[in-house]
């Protein structure tokens, strides 16, 4: 198969896909078209074995998707911060989704003692969380348990970090219905599994990271 076959694969598959979601509802490029109106925002990594939409069942439109090595939500990234912003302000989503996987490469890499060329500036942040959580990484024997374990505990302070957006703050101040979760995709299994982390409001988040004072109930 040449070059130009493969690419011509594509589109051959892109219009089975629209005719088969075109069988299951004739509107739905048509409402979809005039706007999206979804309900989560899922952040997650860009490898090629975890397709978002896919892997939960969901239509498009439904899921405002952002994806980048490791899943990761740096507090000087405009471009998830621009993101996470359009899916709040403008969208008006409702779950935040951060969403890590197994055999994660990018964590991987992260535990590594070498020189990957320009994504090691990335990965900075990935072994800013190993070096919180060593100790209790290096209690666990097998190596690829402690990436996986690693890729556990990034989720979640990626999910941390949304939350101390004044993004999120404002929403929350504002009396948003919002919270955000961190997930870890098993691809051992295909399936998704909570890691315990669904913050809803300023007062689960540690004082020190709040931008804005908590009313008191009167």
């Known amino acids: 198969m040449s070059e130009n076959d493969d690419i011509e694969e594509l589109f051959e598959n892109n219009r089975r896909w629209a005719a088969k979601i075109l069988e299951e509802d004739p509107r739905a490029f048509k409402d ?9 925002l899922w952040i997650g990594c860009s490898d090629s074995r975890i397709p978002a939409e896919k892997i939960l069942g969901l239509q498009p439109g439904d899921m405002f998707v952002h994806r980048n090595i490791a899943n990761i939500c740096p507090h000087t990234d405009f471009n998830v911060l621009s993101v996470i912003e359009y899916g709040v302000n403008y969208l008006g989503v409702e779950h935040i ?5 197994y055999r994660c490469g990018g964590v991987t890499a992260a535990m590594e003692t070498a020189q990957f060329g320009l994504v090691d500036n990335w990965l900075r942040h990935i072994r800013d969380v190993y070096f919180s959580e060593r100790e209790e990484i290096m209690k666990i024997e097998d190596k690829q348990k402690r990436i996986d ?3 556990e505990r990034n989720a979640i302070y990626q999910a941390l970090n949304v939350c101390h957006t004044t993004i999120v703050q404002d929403a929350w101040a504002k009396g948003r219905n ?3 979760h961190a997930w870890i995709f098993d691809v051992y299994k295909g399936l998704v599994k909570k890691l315990g982390f669904d913050v809803s409001s300023l007062g689960q988040i540690d004082e020190i990271y709040r931008t804005l004072h908590i009313k008191e109930s009167p």
Do not use: D, M, R
């Not at 979809?32 to 989560?40: D, E, G, L, M």
């Not at 989704?97 to 996987?101: D, K, L």
């Open 97 to 101: 989704i951060i969403c890590g996987h």
């Open 32 to 40: 979809s078209a005039i706007k999206q109106n979804p309900k989560y």
């Open 178 to 180: 919002l919270t955000v």
């Open 149 to 151: 374990a690693l890729a």
